[in-house]
């Protein structure tokens, strides 16, 4: 099990529900990265166009990328807590195996 905060911008965040539009886009291009096996994208995420504002600090995005690391190829991943929330928060979380 592994999480992070995909998306974490404490600067930005909104008293309801309603995701920024770019805090979807990211949290999407993220897992779809990680849907691929594309890790080396995911470790760059930076050069993704949201990034500095889905991230403008990694120290809450970095710990996705330590169970990345460790998946064997054999393994598969599946995801929980999956939703936005606050307007730029992204809990999501993984499970591999």
């Given amino acids: 099990i592994g999480s992070g905060n995909i998306v974490h911008n404490l600067g930005m965040i909104q008293w309801s ?14 897992k779809s990265l990680i849907d691929a096996g594309d890790f080396n994208a995911v470790v ?10 889905a991230v403008p600090t ?3 995005f970095l710990p ?9 190829v054999n393994e598969t ?12 928060l992204s809990m999501r979380s993984l499970k591999i195996g």
Avoid: V
């Avoid at 760059?44 to 504002?53: F, P, V």
């Fill in 17 to 30: 529900e309603k995701a920024y539009d770019w805090t979807i886009e990211f949290d999407e291009k993220i």
């Fill in 44 to 53: 760059h995420y930076e050069k993704i166009n949201s990034a500095k504002l």
């Fill in 58 to 60: 990694n120290e809450h």
């Fill in 64 to 72: 996705l990328l330590y169970p990345l690391a460790l998946k064997q």
């Fill in 77 to 88: 991943i599946s995801y929980f807590n999956d939703r936005t929330s606050m307007g730029s």
